[in-house]
């Protein structure tokens, strides 16, 4: 998937249209600190559960995972605020397995859901950088619209520059916390979701998201073949 070229300036330079004004350089938000005292403990011999600190400041974690301490590095979930554990399950036996996090951040658009009427268009306005104050980088017009063959397709307008992806998160009914459910690739603006039984009457939005600096690594090897 084609990625966009990373634009975010390292200064801005700010100045009020004034005699003898000067233009003051503002740095760039500092990127999150990464995140602290993973670890990996093998549950049975072929599961492995990670738990690490929460990050009160991000939007959720990032869970990599590889085979070799250098890499290269899969993301094996993507799990919103606060939750911080996860089981790794039924792996290969006798295999060693590194991890790190990654904390995310971003902002999320407006909830959409299937059914409701689409937002109307929102004014023209210039793309900003992930980090930027408020919400002027998040996405814009969600719009939730269900297929003939009952896919769920969700679309949006891009308003950030240097996204690294965009996360599709769901509330199911009955829940108060939006949980990611899909990632796409940076400079996209549509993706599909397969419904489930039980999950009509749920809330989705999407989140341009960039990830802060990685972990130090936990490692686990796993047992012989149950």
Not at 46 to 70: K, S, Y
Not at 155 to 169: A, H, I, Q
Request: glycine share 8%; aromatic share 8%.
């Amino acid at each position: 998937m084609p990625e966009k070229p990373r634009s975010l300036p390292a200064l801005f330079a700010a100045c009020l249209v004034t005699a003898g004004c000067t233009a003051t350089a503002v740095p760039d938000p500092a990127p999150p600190p990464p995140p602290a005292g993973l670890t990996a403990t093998l549950v049975t011999p072929l599961d492995i559960t990670l738990r690490w600190p929460d990050d009160p400041a991000a939007a959720g974690t990032a869970l990599e995972f590889a085979t070799d301490p250098n890499g290269p590095y899969t993301t094996l979930q993507y799990l919103p605020s606060h939750v911080t554990t996860y089981t790794h399950p039924d792996l290969l036996p006798q295999t060693s397995f590194y991890y790190r996090t990654r904390s995310f951040s971003g902002p999320a658009s407006a909830p959409a859901t299937d059914g409701t009427l689409p937002t109307p268009p929102a004014p023209g306005d210039a793309a900003v950088p992930v980090r930027s104050p408020g919400d002027a980088a998040a996405p814009a017009e969600p719009r939730v619209a269900r297929t003939a063959d009952g896919t769920l397709r969700f679309t949006w307008r891009d308003r950030s520059t240097d996204e690294e992806g965009f996360l599709l998160e769901q509330r199911k009914p009955g829940t108060a916390v939006f949980a990611p459910v899909e990632v796409t690739g940076a400079n996209t603006t549509s993706c599909e979701l397969s419904a489930l039984p039980g999950e009509e009457g749920s809330a989705y939005r999407v989140r341009a998201f960039v990830t802060g600096p990685p972990s130090p690594l936990a490692h686990q090897t796993t047992g012989a073949q149950r």
